[in-house]
């Protein structure tokens, strides 16, 4: 493909554009969990599939749930359906995730639990994720982007550490605060096994990439530049020196006023913002720096009628002077009618700013 063919390519998605910063008429949609519990067609699927890993390791089964919302809603991007953990699981350790209960993993809590780890067979274990997102580039439509996506290395240690999800994240915490240097060791390796994943994610197809860091919140600063920042920092740095120009979203859920040190001191393209960060505070500070993604309260989808809509048009009204990509601040949730999303999709798409 030439060089110009490419930019018209890219040009035909909002998304991207919005990620170079070019001027849009209405900001992109596209919603975190945007594939799951809450469609029927999904429930259907998951039925079928075996377990949650089963499921994301089977790349027939994986695109078709990530395209099934895109079936039903004008969305601008379609999100490889996979889990963060999915990293811990390539790396050797054991993940399993519970019905109503969520991921289970094998505790590790000393560096030399690491040893039992190893990024030796990460391309190998993770080649059906790759093998999904072959299988999506061909099947998308012109205008809709495709993100890859894994977990930023905080948040994928505290799973590790913790053996679930907790409200402190205490396992690691501690584990950091005791140990420092052992961490270090296990955060590397994170990072590691990352940039390899999300390199062949690129090659598979990915056009942009998104980093959540769902538990970044509450860290004390120093803590939150070396557990936070640092080895996003280091991610974003690699994937920049061997695919340049594939934008990456970070989303550093409950970071608040340390949004803005995150943006400079990772090098994100953009950022998504949790529901609880003020729209003027981030016009003022955040949205100067980069594009902003996020912040609808996923309780107000649930809610629909007049609540979301005043609640999206508060969102499209705050964010319209700068770049701007309509989504959640969090994940949908399973009793979230899709109706509701449909009636969200059609007014972000509709709006004349
Ligand atoms: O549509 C998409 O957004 C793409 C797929 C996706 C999933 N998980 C599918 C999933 C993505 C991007 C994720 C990210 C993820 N996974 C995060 C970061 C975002 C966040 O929610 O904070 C985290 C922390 C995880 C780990 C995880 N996976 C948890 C805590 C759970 C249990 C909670 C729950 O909602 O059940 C999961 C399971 C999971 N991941 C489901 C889906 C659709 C539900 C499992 C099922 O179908 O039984």
Redesign the pocket.
Known sequence: MSASQQTLERSNKRLLKVLEKSVVERPPIW???????YLPE??EV?KGAGS?LE??YNPKLAAE??LQ?LRRFNLDAA???????LIPDALGQKVS?Q?????VLECISSEAELAALSLDNISGHLAPVFETLDRLKSELPDHVALIG?A?SPW?VAT?MVGG??SPDQRAARIWAARDPAGFQSLINLVVDATVIYLREQVDAGAEVL?L????AANMPTAEFERWVIAPTKQIVAALGKSHPGVPIIG?P?GAGPAIPGYIQGTGVAAVGLDTGVPRDWAVEHVQPLCPVQGNLDPFALVAGGEALEREARAILESFKGGGHIFNLG?????ETPPEHVADLVDLVTSWQG
């Open positions: 919603l975190m969990r945007q594939a799951g519990r999904y429930r998951r949650f499921l994301c749930v990530t919302p999100i490889l359906f996979a889990d963060i953990l995730f019905e109503g209960e969520g991921p996506f977990g948040t799973y679930r999800g998104q959540f860091d769902s538990w989303f859920r969090h994940g949908i949730v399973p």
